[in-house]
């Protein structure tokens, strides 16, 4: 007989150093970390303390023979909507992690799936998209919305009525004025200062922060 999982416990997609990030912060809720999942065949299996269960193919058959909680550990925008899209096809429980020294509203609202890292601040009547991971010391001002799949790097910031587009990634230590929009699949540079709007799929950088080059639409 299979034994059981414990009662509050969570699989981690993702057995790379975000992954390990992840965990920490599950670990920190009192969740406990049954493994990873990757399907990277050529990860080593325990290395600092990483235990691999299997891959997707193994996550999706044990969901078929008992509930299972998954957070997600992947930092690339596309790869982690992949997967959680099949997570959710799948109708798998996909938690949101979100570390206790973080600051959120009463008023924010979290999805599914998102990543919220030490100290971030997410202000009041913030929403924050399936998926999204606000990294550690940043700071989502009143107002805004960081849409699905975004990733806001360590130490940004944005201020209040910023809207983030889906897929967007604002590097470490950029900055946003309150009332821009970053548009869908954008990269913003590291320490860059953005005072206009940024277009959809495009990279911007300096200070101020302008149009570097454009980039692949991606469906």
């Given at each position: 007989?299979?034994?059981?999982?414990?009662?509050?416990?969570?699989?981690?997609?993702?057995?790379?150093?975000?992954?390990?990030?992840v965990?920490d912060?599950?670990?920190?809720?009192?969740?406990?970390?049954?493994?990873f999942?990757?399907?990277?065949?050529?990860?080593?299996?325990?290395?600092?303390g990483l235990?691999?269960?299997g891959?997707?193919?193994?996550?999706?058959?044990?969901?078929?023979?008992?509930?299972?909680?998954?957070?997600?550990?992947i930092?690339?925008?596309?790869?982690r909507?992949?997967?959680?899209?099949?997570?959710?096809?799948?109708?798998?429980?996909l938690?949101?992690?979100?570390?206790?020294?973080a600051?959120?509203?009463?008023?924010?609202?979290?999805?599914?799936?998102?990543?919220?890292?030490?100290?971030?601040?997410?202000?009041?009547?913030?929403?924050?998209?399936r998926?999204?991971?606000?990294?550690?010391?940043?700071i989502?001002?009143?107002?805004?919305?960081?849409?699905?799949?975004?990733?806001?790097?360590?130490?940004?910031?944005?201020?209040?009525?910023?809207?983030?587009?889906?897929?967007?990634w604002?590097?470490?230590?950029?900055?946003?004025?309150?009332?821009?929009?970053?548009?869908?699949?954008?990269?913003?540079?590291?320490?860059?200062?953005?005072?206009?709007?940024?277009?959809?799929w495009?990279?911007a950088?300096?200070?101020?922060?302008?149009?570097?080059?454009?980039l692949?639409?991606?469906?």
């Open positions: 007989m299979k034994p059981k999982a414990a009662r509050n416990s969570a699989i981690i997609y993702g057995a790379s150093g975000h992954g390990k990030v965990a912060i599950l670990r920190c809720c009192g969740i406990d970390v049954e493994g999942i990757d399907d990277n065949p050529a990860l080593p299996n325990g290395d600092s235990k691999i269960l891959d997707g193919n193994w996550l999706f058959r044990e969901a078929a023979l008992r509930s299972v909680k998954v957070a997600l550990g930092g690339d925008n596309f790869d909507r992949l997967i959680a899209e099949r997570i959710a096809g799948c109708k798998l429980c938690l949101s992690a979100v570390h206790p020294s600051t959120i509203a009463n008023s924010a609202k979290i999805a599914s799936g998102v990543v919220i890292m030490p100290h971030a601040v997410v202000n009041a009547d913030a929403s924050i998209g998926g999204a991971i606000v990294n550690s010391g940043v989502v001002e009143h107002d805004c919305h960081v849409g699905r799949y975004a990733h806001l790097s360590p130490g940004a910031a944005i201020g209040g009525h910023v809207t983030i587009g889906e897929l967007a604002l590097g470490i230590g950029a900055s946003v004025i309150p009332n821009l929009r970053i548009g869908r699949g954008s990269i913003v540079g590291a320490g860059a200062t953005v005072i206009h709007d940024i277009d959809d495009v990279v950088v300096g200070t101020p922060a302008r149009t570097l080059r454009k692949a639409r991606v469906v």
